[in-house]
């Protein structure tokens, strides 16, 4: 069987280049590509330069880069055997949310959640709010299962492809109550910066996916990527800054530190949280 997996170590182009066969930009983006069995369990995925993307894919700057990763024991049971309690197949069509969640809640959705720890700690603590978690990295979606499994969540879902499809084609407009990017890959290298989720563009997807009064939440330990973040959302006439002073935002209490962030304190890095909301 084959695995997939994505870099974390976004400077590396190279090797994840080698990795995958294809140039960073090369136009056949690559997929995750999944089979399940008759009972609805997940029991292939892959990722592949694919046939199966639609064109625009082939002009899109991807924000991230996949490789060959391995996936734990625990990971690869609970992706064949909880997906079809936690898992939403990739679609190219709008959501049913009621329907998903058997309730009408305020949503929550995460844009790459790793492994997916502090969403599964968030979720257990507001079960009166519904999760759903996007993350191309396999073992992270694996990670994120088993732990929902673990927790006995009923309120969190993952979605295992491109957050950026995903928005566009499966999320409909005034249904996010909070959009929570944490740590999103920084993308370090200038000649890289192109990668970044954070720009116009980014917003011009997500906003309509919003609720009126709806929350953008953003953390970054990488200061040049906060300023990026703020100077995007401020020029943003559709959303405003909740923070009064304009700026950064102290970290709520409902945000746990994540495992990317922790790794950042221990390297002595700061963290800038951002909270915007739609006007
Ligand atoms: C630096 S990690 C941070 C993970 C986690 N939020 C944390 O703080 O520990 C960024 C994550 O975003 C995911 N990612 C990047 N672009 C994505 C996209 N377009 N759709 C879904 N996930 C994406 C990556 O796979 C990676 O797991």
Redesign the pocket.
């Known amino acids: 069987m084959e695995r997939a997996g ?1 870099s ?1 170590d976004t400077d590396s182009l190279a090797a994840e280049t080698a990795s995958s066969g294809l140039p960073p930009e090369a136009g056949s983006a690559e997929v995750v590509v999944r089979e399940l069995d008759e009972n609805g369990s997940y029991i292939k995925h892959r990722l592949s330069s694919a046939d199966a993307a639609p064109d625009y894919r082939s002009r899109r700057i ?3 880069v996949v490789r060959e990763g391995r996936l734990t024991a625990g990971q690869e049971h609970a992706l064949t055997s909880f997906w079809k309690d936690y898992g939403i197949d990739y679609e190219n069509r709008l959501l049913d949310l009621p329907a998903v969640f058997g309730r009408k809640a305020p949503l929550a959705l995460e ?5 997916g720890k ?1 969403l599964v700690e968030m979720a257990a603590r507001d079960p009166g709010r519904d999760f759903i978690g ?4 396999t073992p ?1 979606v694996g990670a994120c299962i088993m732990g929902a499994h673990e927790a006995g969540l009923t309120n969190l879902r993952v979605i295992h ?4 499809d995903v928005l566009g084609n499966m999320i409909p407009d005034g249904a996010i109550d909070r959009l929570q990017l ?4 920084p993308w370090h290298k200038a000649r890289h910066n192109k990668r970044r ?1 954070v720009k116009p563009e980014f917003l011009d997807l997500v906003i309509p996916k919003l609720a009126s009064g709806g929350v953008i939440h953003m953390a970054t330990d990488w200061e040049p990527y906060a300023e990026q973040m703020l100077e995007v959302q401020r020029a943003d006439a559709r959303i405003v800054n909740m923070d009064p002073a304009g700026g950064y935002a102290p970290r709520p209490d409902y945000r746990p530190l ?4 922790a790794r950042g304190q221990r390297l002595g890095h700061g963290v800038w949280d951002l909270l915007f909301r739609k006007i």
């Open positions: 994505v974390h991807k924000s991230f844009i790459g959640f790793g492994m502090s996007i993350e191309v990295h992270g492809y491109d957050a950026v944490y740590f999103p890959d989720l994540t495992k990317f962030e």
